[in-house]
C-alpha cells in the first residue's frame, strides 16, 4: 500500500511525525492479537487488502509485527495465508496465536470450501512462522463460528472462546490442536446482567455482546472484553471470579469512533513492563474504512477496583516507550515508528526489507540511545537505478542533519551492500528520522542500518 500521508487531513490525522497511530502504515491491519514472548511484544493481526471486493471485507493472510518498546514495531511480513489451509476458501479474519510446550499454536477462522465458518489451528516452531495447519481438517464448525481467544488458566488447562453473535467455549486439550469431548462444547446464556444491554434485539435477546472476545486474567478476576452493540461497535468487558463465569458486566470501555471510518473493532489486552495496553482498530490511514482498517494502541491503568476506564482513541497512541533503541546493534529498516510513502516487501533469502522508496519519503524510529555518542552510520541497501540518499535527522524530518549515505548503483535491486558514512557525534536518546532523497521514484532497497 503506497500511501502519502499529508501534514493535514481536514483536521482529522495529526502531523506526521508526532501520530503514533496507526502502529502500521505500510498495509491496512486488522483485528489486533498481542502476545508477550521473552520480553518482545508480537501482535498478530488480520490483513485488509488494498482492492476491496463485493464491497465486503477482503482479507488473505495474516501478519505479524513485533515490539521491545511499544513504539517501534517491526515488521515480519505475512505468516499465514488461508490457502495454508487445504479445506479453506478464504476470509482470513480475526485469531490469536499462543505459546505452549516449545510451539505457537495460532486459531483462525476461515470459510470452508463447501461453504460456512470454520475455526482452524496452525503451528510454528517460530514467532514469526511459517505456520502450518496442525491437524488438516478444522478444528470446529458451525455458524458463527469465527474470532478464536484463547488462554492457559493457571492450573494449565487451556480455554478458547470464540462467536458471533452467539458465544462459546471449550477445554483444549494439552496438545492444543483438540479439544476435551466429554466437556463439550458450551454456549453462554447472553444475558444483559452479564454482558451489558443493546435497544435492538438480536436472537431474541438484547445482550450487549457481539463478537471479537478477548479472555486474559489479572489478580483474582477474569476479564472478557468484546466488541458490542451491533453495528457501529463499541468495546465493552465483563468480569468472572472464574474462566468459565458467570460474567458479570462491567461497562464500556471504548466508545464507538466515529470519525475514523471502521464500524467494527476488536480488542486485545496486554501487560508489558509493568503497563497495561489496549489493543484495537480503527479505519484512520487514508483510504482505510470499514473494510480498510489499521490497529491501534493506548496505555491505560485499571482502577483501584480492578474496573476498566474509559479510554480514549488517540493520534498520539503510546506516548512513553518501554525502553530505548540500540541504535549499536544491526536495526532491521522495517523497525519503523512512523514512515510516509515507502512499502516493505519479504524475500525468501533476504527477509522483509523496505521497498518503493522515492524522493521524501522516510522512516521514523522513537527513543534512540546514542549513548556517550555515535560517529559512523552503515546501510545494507541494493539498486538498480542511479541510486540517491539516506539523509540521517534527529528529533523531526526537517531537523539537524547528522549526515548523508549516498546510495549508488549496487548491479540489481537484490545486489545487497554495505555502505558507510560519517555523521556529526551525536550522543543522548532522539528519535531518528531517515529521510530518502533521489530524482527517480523506486531508486533502491533498504534492508538494515547501524551507528557505530
Same mark, same amino acid.
Request: with cysteine; aromatic share 14%.
Given at each position: 500500500?503506497?500511501?502519502?500521508?499529508?501534514?493535514?487531513?481536514?483536521?482529522?490525522?495529526?502531523?506526521?511525525?508526532?501520530?503514533?497511530?496507526?502502529?502500521?502504515?505500510?498495509?491496512?491491519?486488522?483485528?489486533?492479537?498481542?502476545?508477550?514472548?521473552?520480553?518482545?511484544?508480537?501482535?498478530?493481526?488480520?490483513?485488509?487488502?488494498?482492492?476491496?471486493?463485493?464491497?465486503?471485507?477482503?482479507?488473505?493472510?495474516?501478519?505479524?509485527?513485533?515490539?521491545?518498546?511499544?513504539?517501534?514495531?517491526?515488521?515480519?511480513?505475512?505468516?499465514?495465508?488461508?490457502?495454508?489451509?487445504?479445506?479453506?476458501? %478464504?476470509?482470513?479474519?480475526? %485469531?490469536?496465536?499462543?505459546?505452549?510446550?516449545?510451539?505457537?499454536?495460532?486459531?483462525?477462522?476461515?470459510?470452508?470450501?463447501?461453504?460456512?465458518?470454520?475455526?482452524?489451528?496452525?503451528?510454528?516452531?517460530?514467532?514469526?512462522?511459517?505456520?502450518?495447519?496442525?491437524?488438516?481438517?478444522?478444528?470446529?464448525?458451525?455458524?458463527?463460528?469465527?474470532?478464536?481467544?484463547?488462554?492457559?488458566?493457571?492450573?494449565?488447562?487451556?480455554?478458547?472462546?470464540?462467536?458471533?453473535?452467539?458465544?462459546?467455549?471449550?477445554?483444549?486439550?494439552?496438545?492444543?490442536?483438540?479439544?476435551?469431548?466429554?466437556?463439550?462444547?458450551?454456549?453462554?446464556?447472553?444475558?444483559?446482567?452479564?454482558?451489558?444491554?443493546?435497544?435492538?434485539?438480536?436472537?431474541?435477546?438484547?445482550?450487549?455482546?457481539?463478537?471479537?472476545?478477548?479472555?486474559?486474567?489479572?489478580?483474582?478476576?477474569?476479564?472478557?472484553?468484546?466488541?458490542?452493540?451491533?453495528?457501529?461497535?463499541?468495546?465493552?468487558?465483563?468480569?468472572?471470579?472464574?474462566?468459565?463465569?458467570?460474567?458479570?458486566?462491567?461497562?464500556?470501555?471504548?466508545?464507538?469512533?466515529?470519525?475514523?471510518?471502521?464500524?467494527?473493532?476488536?480488542?486485545?489486552?496486554?501487560?508489558?513492563?509493568?503497563?497495561?495496553?489496549?489493543?484495537?482498530?480503527?479505519?484512520?490511514?487514508?483510504?482505510?474504512? %470499514?473494510?480498510?482498517?489499521?490497529?491501534?494502541?493506548?496505555?491505560?491503568?485499571?482502577?483501584?477496583?480492578?474496573?476498566?476506564?474509559?479510554?480514549?482513541?488517540?493520534?498520539?497512541?503510546?506516548?512513553?516507550?518501554?525502553?530505548?533503541?540500540?541504535?549499536?546493534?544491526?536495526?532491521?529498516?522495517?523497525?519503523?515508528?512512523?514512515?510516509?510513502?515507502?512499502?516493505?516487501?519479504?524475500?525468501?533469502?533476504?527477509?522483509?526489507?523496505?521497498?518503493?522508496?522515492?524522493?521524501?519519503?522516510?522512516?521514523?524510529?522513537?527513543?534512540?540511545?546514542?549513548?556517550?555518542?555515535?560517529?559512523?552510520?552503515?546501510?545494507?541497501?541494493?539498486?538498480?537505478?542511479?541510486? %540517491?540518499?539516506?539523509?540521517?535527522?534527529?528529533?523531526?524530518?526537517?531537523?539537524?542533519?547528522?549526515?548523508?549515505?549516498?546510495?549508488?548503483?549496487?548491479?540489481?535491486?537484490?545486489?545487497?551492500?554495505?555502505?558507510?558514512?560519517?555523521?556529526?557525534?551525536?550522543?543522548?536518546?532522539?528519535?531518528?528520522?531517515?529521510?530518502?532523497?533521489?530524482?527517480?521514484?523506486?531508486?533502491?532497497?533498504?534492508?538494515?542500518?547501524?551507528?557505530?
Amino acid at each position: 500500500m503506497k500511501i502519502t500521508i499529508l501534514l493535514v487531513i481536514s483536521g482529522l490525522f495529526q502531523l506526521a511525525g508526532v501520530s503514533q497511530n496507526p502502529i502500521v502504515q505500510t498495509n491496512y491491519t486488522a483485528d489486533p492479537a498481542p502476545m508477550v514472548h521473552d520480553g518482545t511484544v508480537y501482535v498478530y493481526t488480520s490483513h485488509d487488502e488494498d482492492s476491496t471486493l463485493r464491497n465486503f471485507f477482503t482479507m488473505n493472510d495474516w501478519r505479524c509485527y513485533s515490539s521491545t518498546d511499544m513504539v517501534n514495531w517491526t515488521d515480519h511480513g505475512a505468516v499465514l495465508s488461508y490457502k495454508d489451509f487445504s479445506w479453506s476458501r %478464504g476470509d482470513a479474519w480475526a %485469531g490469536q496465536c499462543i505459546f505452549r510446550n516449545g510451539k505457537y499454536y495460532y486459531y483462525l477462522p476461515v470459510k470452508q470450501k463447501n461453504g460456512g465458518n470454520a475455526i482452524g489451528v496452525a503451528v510454528s516452531d517460530s514467532t514469526t512462522g511459517p505456520f502450518k495447519d496442525a491437524i488438516g481438517v478444522p478444528l470446529l464448525t458451525g455458524y458463527g463460528y469465527i474470532d478464536p481467544t484463547v488462554y492457559i488458566n493457571d492450573d494449565g488447562q487451556a480455554y478458547m472462546y470464540w462467536g458471533n453473535p452467539n458465544l462459546w467455549h471449550v477445554k483444549l486439550n494439552e496438545d492444543m490442536i483438540s479439544y476435551d469431548q466429554d466437556y463439550g462444547i458450551k454456549k453462554e446464556d447472553l444475558k444483559d446482567e452479564n454482558f451489558g444491554y443493546r435497544e435492538k434485539k438480536i436472537q431474541n435477546r438484547t445482550a450487549a455482546y457481539e463478537e471479537g472476545p478477548w479472555l486474559f486474567k489479572r489478580k483474582s478476576n477474569y476479564y472478557l472484553l468484546y466488541p458490542a452493540g451491533g453495528v457501529p461497535e463499541h468495546l465493552a468487558y465483563s468480569t468472572s471470579a472464574s474462566v468459565t463465569g458467570p460474567w458479570t458486566y462491567g461497562d464500556t470501555i471504548m466508545h464507538v469512533i466515529k470519525d475514523r471510518g471502521a464500524f467494527t473493532n476488536h480488542p486485545g489486552y496486554i501487560e508489558f513492563k509493568g503497563k497495561s495496553y489496549l489493543f484495537y482498530h480503527n479505519g484512520g490511514l487514508p483510504g482505510g474504512g %470499514g473494510f480498510k482498517r489499521s490497529v491501534c494502541i493506548e496505555a491505560f491503568e485499571f482502577n483501584a477496583d480492578g474496573s476498566i476506564p474509559l479510554i480514549e482513541p488517540t493520534w498520539d497512541g503510546v506516548k512513553e516507550s518501554a525502553s530505548n533503541l540500540n541504535p549499536f546493534t544491526k536495526v532491521q529498516a522495517e523497525t519503523i515508528a512512523w514512515e510516509e510513502g515507502i512499502e516493505t516487501a519479504k524475500d525468501e533469502k533476504i527477509g522483509v526489507y523496505v521497498t518503493n522508496i522515492s524522493n521524501g519519503d522516510y522512516i521514523k524510529v522513537r527513543s534512540v540511545d546514542f549513548g556517550k555518542g555515535a560517529k559512523k552510520f552503515e546501510a545494507c541497501v541494493a539498486s538498480a537505478s542511479s541510486g %540517491g540518499s539516506i539523509e540521517i535527522r534527529v528529533d523531526n524530518k526537517e531537523g539537524s542533519l547528522l549526515g548523508s549515505l549516498e546510495v549508488a548503483n549496487t548491479g540489481g535491486d537484490q545486489m545487497w551492500k554495505t555502505l558507510a558514512c560519517k555523521i556529526t557525534k551525536t550522543k543522548g536518546v532522539h528519535d531518528v528520522y531517515l529521510v530518502f532523497k533521489g530524482g527517480e521514484a523506486d531508486f533502491f532497497n533498504f534492508d538494515w542500518w547501524t551507528f557505530n
